[in-house]
C-alpha cells in the first residue's frame, strides 16, 4: 500500500490544448493517503475515470507528477506501478474457469502456486463463487462476471492501491449493497488504499471516509460525507448531492441579514466578503405558519418525508417536511440559520468575524 | 393460433426455384446421367451402372490427385492462416494508416483468377520473369517448368500471395470487435504478449477464424484457374490437383462417365466437409 501524490496533474486528450475547455482534467493536486477509503464523485464526463486511469498508468497525463510514497511514478507503466483496477463492465478471460482468472494476476507475477491456491479461494470465497470454480467463466450471467472481474482486483495484497471505476453499475440492487459492504470490511482488515470512482452519491457516502467531488475536470471538494452534506464548498456540491439537491437564492446581503426581494433573512453570520448567493438545504427549510410567504406548487410523498415545491418571490424552492406534519393554507417558510451557507460565484464564502 | 394459409405464397419463391433448377439442379442431374451410363459419342448411350464409380475409387490417378490437393489445401492453411492473424495484430488500428493497408490487403483480393495466374506466370518465367530470372542470377536453380518442387513453390506462393489478405481482412474485423476494457484489464493484470493474444485475442478471433479456414479450405479444395494457367498441372502430373483433373478427364479425354461419377464423389467429399465445418461452428455458436 501507498499514498499517492498527485502533484498539479493537467490532462487533455487533445494533441495541442489551446484553452481551458481542452482539458478533461484542469487541475488535480492532491495526496491520497496511505490506507484511506476515496470516493471519486461526480457527473458522468468530470474527468473521474480519466483520473483513475491517469494512476493506474493506462494514460500517461500530459502534465504533472504522480507520486506512489513520495517515489516518481510518472513514466513507469501499468505493471511497474502494481495497481489493482477493476472497470465498470466486467472484462473476464472467456476460455479459463472462474479459478484460472482469479489465479490470472497473480500467474503472471511469479507467485508460487501453493500462495495462489490461498489467494484465490479465499477471493472466492469472499466474492461468492467457490462452488463455481471450476466452471468455464464464459457461460455466466453479467453480475457473476463482474465478481470476477472485482476478484481479480482483490486477489493481491501486495498492490498499491486498489481502484474501482463504477464496478458496481451492472450488479442488482440487493447484491451492490452486500459487495458495498464486503469492500468496506475489506478495507477495515487490510487497510488497502481504495479509490472509488462513482456518480452515485449514495455509494460514495457510504463506501468512503473522504469523498472527493469532481466537476467539470476539477475537484471542487473533499471531505467527509457530512462535510459535503452540511458545508457544500461549491453550489455544485450542494446540487449534486442530497435530494433534492440545495436552494440556492440570489440575495443582496448587508452584515447579517440577506435580502431577498422584499425579504429579509437572518443569516448566522456576516460573511468574509461579498456574496451573492444563499444555498440551503430542503431539510433546514421549515414550512409553517411563520416567515416569508410562499406559494405551494406540488407536494410530492416519497415515502419517508413529503418533499413540497413552492414558489418564494419567483424563485423556485424545495422543502422537506415530515410524512405525518401538515402544510397550512397560508403556508410560509423559514430557514434555519444553521443550514445556510452563502456564495459567490458559485463557490462558497467564509463567514464569521 | 390459426396461421393465415394460403397457397399463392408459393409463387412468390418460384423465381427462386427455377433459378436454382437451371443453375444447379439440372445440370447435375445430367451428370448423374452421364455418371451411370457409357457414351461413344452420336447420342448413343450404354447401361453402365455403378461401373464408373467403382472405377474412380479404385483409380490411382484420382487417389492421388485428391492427395495433391489435400496436401495443397493442408499447406496453404498452414501459412496462411498463422501469417494472417500476425498481420493482422500488427496492423494499426487507428490513423491514417487504417485505410491505407485496408486497401492494400484488399488489392489481391480484386484481381480476377486467371490473371493473377498469368501475372505469376509471367513473373517466374526464366527467360523474362523478374523473379525467375532474379532468382536463376542469384544463384538458386529455379524453374517451374521443369521441376515438380518449384512448380509446387510457385502455386503455393501464389495462392498465399492471392488469399492471406482474405484472413488477415477476417481476423483484423475480430480484433477491432475487441473492448479496449479488456487490454486495460490485461495490463492492469500484468499479462505478458503472448498471454494477451492467447487468453483475449485468439478467443475473440475464433468464430472468424473457423470462417477463414473454412472459406480457404473450400476455395483451395476447388482451385482450378491459377495452378491451370501457371502450371496446366505439370511438370508431368505434379501439380494436378482435383479439379484439374477432372476437367482433363472430360474435356481433354472426352471420358464422360468416369468424369461424371469424379465429379460426383467430388461433391459429395465437398458435401461432407462443409457438413463438418458447419456442425462444428454452430455447436461452437451454441455453447456461448
Given amino acids: 500500500m501507498a499514498s499517492i501524490d498527485l502533484d498539479h496533474i493537467r490532462h487533455s486528450y487533445v494533441a495541442h490544448p489551446k484553452s481551458e475547455r481542452d482539458y478533461a482534467l484542469r487541475e488535480v493536486d492532491y495526496t491520497f493517503e496511505n490506507g484511506g477509503a476515496y470516493a471519486l464523485l461526480g457527473p458522468s464526463g468530470c474527468g473521474k475515470t480519466t483520473l483513475l486511469n491517469i494512476i493506474s498508468g493506462l494514460l500517461q497525463a500530459s502534465h504533472g507528477r504522480l507520486l506512489f510514497d513520495g517515489r516518481d511514478v510518472t513514466n513507469l507503466s501499468t505493471q511497474e506501478r502494481n495497481i489493482a483496477q477493476v472497470f465498470q463492465f466486467p472484462v473476464i478471460y472467456d476460455t479459463m474457469t472462474v479459478y484460472d482468472n482469479l489465479a490470472f494476476p497473480l500467474r503472471n507475477r511469479g507467485v508460487p502456486a501453493a500462495e495462489v491456491d490461498r489467494k484465490v479461494r479465499e477471493t472466492l470465497e469472499m466474492i461468492g463463487l467457490s462452488d463455481w470454480a471450476k466452471r468455464r467463466a464464459r457461460g455466466l450471467t453479467a453480475d457473476q462476471k463482474q465478481k470476477i472481474s472485482l476478484g481479480r482486483g482483490l486477489v493481491r495484497s501486495d498492490v498499491n492501491a486498489i481502484l474501482f471505476d463504477e464496478p458496481l453499475t451492472v450488479i442488482d440492487p440487493h447484491m451492490k449493497w452486500v459487495l458495498r459492504s464486503q469492500l468496506k470490511q475489506l478495507h477495515r482488515r487490510f487497510g488497502y488504499t481504495m479509490i472509488y470512482v462513482t456518480h452515485d452519491q449514495t455509494e460514495a457516502l457510504t463506501f468512503a471516509e473522504n469523498v472527493v467531488v469532481m466537476y467539470d475536470g476539477q475537484i471542487v471538494q473533499i471531505g467527509t460525507p457530512d462535510a459535503l452534506f452540511e458545508r457544500p464548498k461549491h453550489t455544485f456540491v450542494g446540487y449534486f448531492i442530497g435530494s433534492p439537491g440545495m436552494n440556492v437564492l440570489p440575495v443582496e446581503v448587508d452584515g447579517v441579514t440577506a435580502r431577498l426581494g422584499e425579504h429579509l433573512i437572518a443569516l448566522p453570520d456576516a460573511p468574509k466578503g461579498v456574496a451573492t448567493e444563499l444555498g440551503i438545504r430542503p431539510e433546514y427549510v421549515k414550512v409553517g405558519a411563520e416567515g416569508i410567504p410562499v406559494t405551494v406548487t406540488k407536494v410530492e410523498d416519497i415515502g419517508r418525508h413529503k418533499v413540497v415545491r413552492a414558489t418564494l418571490a419567483g424563485q423556485e424552492i424545495a422543502a422537506i417536511v415530515g410524512e405525518d406534519e401538515s402544510i397550512p393554507a397560508e403556508p410560509r417558510v423559514h430557514f434555519d440559520p444553521a443550514g445556510i451557507n452563502l456564495y459567490a460565484d458559485s463557490w462558497r464564502v467564509e463567514t464569521g468575524a | ?288
Fill in chain 2, 1 to 288: 393460433m390459426d396461421k393465415p394459409w394460403n397457397n399463392r405464397a408459393w409463387f412468390m419463391v418460384l423465381p427462386v426455384v427455377v433459378l436454382v433448377a437451371f443453375s444447379a439442379v439440372i445440370p447435375l442431374m445430367t451428370v448423374v446421367n452421364y455418371s451411370v451410363q457409357d457414351t461413344f459419342g452420336n447420342n448413343q448411350f450404354f447401361w453402365a451402372g455403378t461401373e464408373w464409380f467403382e472405377e474412380m475409387l479404385h483409380s490411382e490417378r484420382f487417389w492421388q490427385a485428391m492427395g495433391r490437393n489435400l496436401a495443397f489445401s493442408f499447406i496453404i492453411l498452414a501459412i496462411e492462416i498463422p501469417l494472417g492473424i500476425l498481420i493482422a495484430l500488427n496492423m494499426p488500428r487507428s490513423g491514417w494508416g487504417v485505410p491505407v493497408c485496408l486497401v492494400l490487403m484488399a488489392l489481391p483480393l480484386l484481381i480476377p483468377w486467371n490473371v493473377v495466374g498469368t501475372i505469376w506466370q509471367v513473373f517466374g518465367r526464366v527467360d523474362i520473369g523478374l523473379l525467375g530470372y532474379a532468382m536463376n542470377r542469384l544463384g538458386i536453380d529455379y524453374n517451374y517448368v521443369n521441376d515438380p518442387f518449384d512448380a509446387w513453390v510457385t502455386v503455393i506462393v501464389m495462392d498465399v500471395w492471392h488469399w492471406t489478405s482474405l484472413v488477415v481482412l477476417l481476423c483484423y474485423a475480430g480484433l477491432v470487435s475487441i473492448p479496449d476494457a479488456y487490454y486495460q484489464a490485461a495490463k492492469i493484470d500484468g499479462a505478458s504478449r503472448w498471454s494477451i493474444f492467447r487468453y483475449i485475442q485468439l478467443p475473440k478471433m475464433n468464430r472468424v477464424l473457423l470462417i477463414a479456414v473454412l472459406l480457404r479450405f473450400m476455395d483451395s479444395f476447388m482451385i482450378y484457374t491459377e495452378p491451370f494457367v501457371v502450371t496446366g498441372g505439370g511438370p508431368g502430373n505434379s501439380t494436378t490437383y482435383l479439379s484439374i483433373d477432372l476437367v482433363k478427364m472430360a474435356i481433354g479425354q472426352f471420358d464422360l462417365g468416369p468424369a461424371a461419377a469424379m465429379s460426383i464423389i467430388y461433391f459429395l467429399i465437398v458435401l461432407l466437409l462443409s457438413w463438418v465445418f458447419y456442425t462444428v461452428m454452430t455447436n461452437y455458436g451454441a455453447e456461448r
